[in-house]
């Protein structure tokens, strides 16, 4: 009898816990969400016409603030600068960037979004170029045998013309995983441009080889990615659905990003517009646009906290519901 018991205590034991196993796993709230106006001070980022990177990043970035305690009062928000200077007062630009990330990380940050602009081209606004227009008649002596005469040839007569600068959208960086990862298969790879400069410079990424590198690649992968990866895809969707050009969520893996390799958290960077497009640069600029590109990302931010952690005024839809 006490055999059966026993058998019968054991067996509850384990029902128990897998129902307990079974059930799903509660959800972390976000507590605490990191901006990150891009460059400052000493570094101004990509220049445009009349405005500088840096400039448009912070006043978005604060603007972005105000709408997120507006809209979810109990967050947090913890800025990696609101002035224009660079992040922690550092003495340069490598020392600022690890100056953010250290920051998110040490403040037990739950979210990153960092704000920048993009360039393209060899000037903003555009450059001039020269390129054949037509041919006229001409003559050159030439050697030939031993005697100098005369050839008629067709000298070509050049113009200069305006290039603009017409590369324009939004897209939105994740942290780069290894190149093998299968999770990275339906990202481009891009180089076309130069994209966000606020690279990695003297900075050295961790090896992806090393295995202690490997172990903790795994393990964002397994946490933050595709929590990144959502964020990224509904902030572009925004982007999208009010008319904007999306060049979509991207990673690149030639060169990382650290703002998004050194957070241990889900991170994006959010490329709102090329500041080397002139007409892109006065929507970066005005009032309108600048509350356009906040409601984008906090329409975007809505979602992914209601699917995230049950909470908000977003319905969870097929359409949008956490992968």
């Not at 897998?18 to 980022?45: E, S, W």
Request: aromatic share 8%; charged share 25%.
């Amino acid at each position: 009898m006490k055999r059966i018991c026993l058998s019968f205590l054991c067996l509850a034991v384990v029902f128990l816990h897998a129902d307990c196993f079974a059930q799903d796993p509660p959800r972390k709230k976000i507590n605490t969400i990191v901006i990150d106006p891009g460059h400052g001070g000493l570094d101004p980022g990509a220049p445009g016409t009349y405005s500088t990177e840096a400039e448009i990043a912070l006043a978005v970035s604060l603007k972005l603030g105000k709408a997120i305690e507006k809209e979810f009062p109990e967050i947090k928000q913890i800025f990696t600068r609101t002035t224009d200077v660079l992040p922690g007062n550092k003495p340069n630009k490598d020392a600022a960037l690890k100056y953010r990330a250290d920051l998110a990380n040490s403040s037990g940050g739950d979210l990153f979004i960092a704000i920048h602009c993009n360039s393209a081209g060899k000037k903003a606004g555009g450059w001039y170029g020269q390129r054949i227009s037509h041919y006229v008649d001409a003559t050159k002596k030439v050697k030939v045998k031993k005697k100098w005469v005369t050839k008629t040839y067709k000298k070509p007569v050049y113009e200069t013309y305006w290039i603009e600068n017409h590369v324009k959208g939004t897209e939105t960086y994740i942290w780069a995983v290894n190149k093998n990862d299968a999770k990275i298969n339906s990202m481009a790879h891009i180089n076309e441009y130069y994209g966000e400069i606020d690279s990695t410079s003297t900075i050295e990424l961790p090896d992806p080889s090393d295995p202690a590198e490997k172990a903790r690649m795994l393990i964002y992968t397994l946490n933050y990615f595709r929590k990144s990866m959502n964020l990224a895809t509904l902030v572009e969707k925004q982007f999208v659905d009010s008319g904007r050009v999306s060049r979509g969520v991207k990673q690149r893996n030639d060169k990382g990003i650290w703002v998004l390799q050194a957070t241990g958290m889900p991170s994006i960077l959010i490329e709102i517009g090329f500041i080397s497009n002139k007409q892109e640069e006065d929507y970066m600029n005005s009032e309108a646009g600048q509350e356009a590109i906040v409601t984008n990302i906090v329409n975007a931010l809505r979602t992914y906290i209601h699917n995230i952690e049950g909470r908000g005024k977003e319905p969870v839809t097929e359409e949008n519901k956490a992968f």
